[in-house]
């Protein structure tokens, strides 16, 4: 469920119109609503808080938005982190989330990461690979610290989702697979410097089916009795994130969070661990739209282009995952029209929606490209000179813009327009 619906046939987010947002702040703007992601946070916790231990720690995937008021709310709402570099981990920490609620996923963290990490005493790192151990135990030692340990296992197991959003598949680079993982822990356990507390899972995002999910426990569940056969002290098991949204109005909702968490209590009844999982689409996805407006309808081929003020590099989704996003008028519009809404970047995969039969579009008419929330702003870009858009939150009947638009400053802020040269290196030879 989300907070945004037409009164009097125009689009408000929870009571705030979104022509006056785009009045004041302009286009293309990404608009949340603050009840939407903290109803989706609460209902989440609330629903596996009783699985495993029943203590179980909720670290919400930064990755999927990480803009600051979003996360202070996020936090406020008692969630921790999952971060996948030292930025998003300075950033959880600036929006008050404990370290101790922290997790550290990611294939490539580097040793200045690694150590930044350390000093916080996050909960857990979470190694996607035998080499991380090693790098991990050097730096800790070197420190004289004691980091946290699970590894990621990568179950192989088909996500039933976009290839580009799978990651428990063999041939993906995530995880390390199952049979490398016995001989990873032995040598973990004698690494210094390393606590080996535990073991993770995340095998894709937007799953709109149960089904891979609880093959993949499953099988971290027969991992858990094998480790500790070989006495490897397994405490906690990281589900991982993943649960999808729904992208089409209309469409059969999937999995609720309660339907995931019964699901979670079944499977890991009895493994006597604490629990953590990372979801992030399912907290903010359909919490945002992006706002943006018509700047004009040419004709073409099918099907009129409507051509509007955001493009590829402010919403990214459709052209890197042939994904589907509803677009609505935001005033209500009874007349359609198969159109092709399109952005001015210049790109034939700047297309947020491919011959769509949508409301009919006119020159300066709004428009809501919907559950844009997760992987939104995130990945904006300022590709053909693009500032990247404004945010906006809204609660109840106000808002405040918690990232200001980029300018064409703000784009070109790191170029040295006269590059000062650095004089030529001697060769070895000479
Ligand atoms: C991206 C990611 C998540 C979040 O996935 P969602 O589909 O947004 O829930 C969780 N865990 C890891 C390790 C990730 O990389």
Redesign the pocket.
């Known amino acids: 469920m989300n907070h945004f619906h037409y009164l009097a046939g125009e689009m408000h987010c929870e009571s705030v119109a979104l022509s006056r947002i785009a009045a004041d702040v302009g286009t293309p703007t990404y608009v949340y609503s603050s009840a939407t992601i903290e109803r989706h946070a609460t209902v989440f916790r609330d629903a596996v808080k009783d699985c495993g231990c029943g203590n179980s720690l909720v670290a919400y ?1 930064v ?2 938005n990480t803009t600051g008021a979003l996360l202070k709310l996020i936090a406020d709402c008692g969630l921790g982190a ?1 971060i ?1 570099s030292g930025g998003e981990l300075i950033r959880a920490r600036r929006a008050g989330i404990p370290a101790d609620k922290i997790v550290y ?2 294939v490539g963290k580097n040793l200045d990461e690694m150590e930044l990490a350390l000093r916080e005493g996050i909960y857990q790192f ?1 190694f996607e690979s035998e080499e991380e151990a090693e790098m991990l135990s050097r730096v800790a030692t070197r420190l004289g610290m004691e980091a946290r340990v699970a590894f ?1 296992v990568n179950p192989d197991v088909e996500a039933g989702t976009h290839a580009k ?1 799978s ?1 428990g598949g063999a041939t993906d680079k ?1 995880g390390i697979p199952a049979h490398r993982i016995i001989p990873a822990y032995r040598r973990a356990m004698e690494l210094p410097g390393l606590k080996v507390q535990g073991i ?1 899972v ?1 095998i ?4 709109t089916d149960l089904e891979p999910l609880r093959l993949a426990y499953q099988e971290l569940g027969r991992m858990i009795a094998e480790l500790r056969a070989e006495e490897v002290p397994i405490q906690v098991a990281d589900l ?5 949204v729904p992208y089409v109005a209309g469409d059969p909702s999937p999995p609720s969070p309660e339907d995931y968490g019964r699901m979670v209590a079944e499977v890991t009844a009895g493994w006597d661990v604490r629990l953590v999982f ?6 903010v ?1 359909n919490a945002g739209v992006l706002l943006t407006r018509v700047m004009l309808v040419k004709e073409g081929q099918p099907d009129p282009f409507v051509v509007v003020d955001a493009g590829m590099n402010d919403l990214m989704r459709p052209a890197m995952y042939d994904a589907w996003h509803d677009v609505f008028a935001v005033r209500q519009q009874s007349r359609r029209r198969r159109s092709s809404i399109v952005g001015p970047v210049c790109e034939s995969s700047d297309v947020l929606a491919k011959s769509r039969d949508v409301e009919e579009a006119h020159e300066g008419d709004l428009l809501a490209i919907m559950t844009a929330g ?2 939104g702003a995130v990945m904006a870009s300022n590709y053909n000179s693009r500032g990247r858009p404004a945010e906006v939150l809204v609660r109840g009947g106000e808002y405040a813009v918690i990232r200001e638009r980029e300018t064409l400053d703000d784009v070109v802020r790191n170029e040295v327009a006269e590059p000062v040269w650095t004089g030529e290196q001697r060769s070895a030879a000479a």
Do not use: M
């Not at 894709?204 to 799953?207: A, E, K, R, W």
């Not at 990372?278 to 907290?283: C, F, L, S, T």
């Open positions: 995937a990755k999927a999952d996948v996923s990611g979470n990621r959003i990651t995530f993770a995340h894709g995002s937007q799953l991982g994130g993943g649960l999808g990372e979801p992030g689409r399912v907290i996805g997760a992987y």
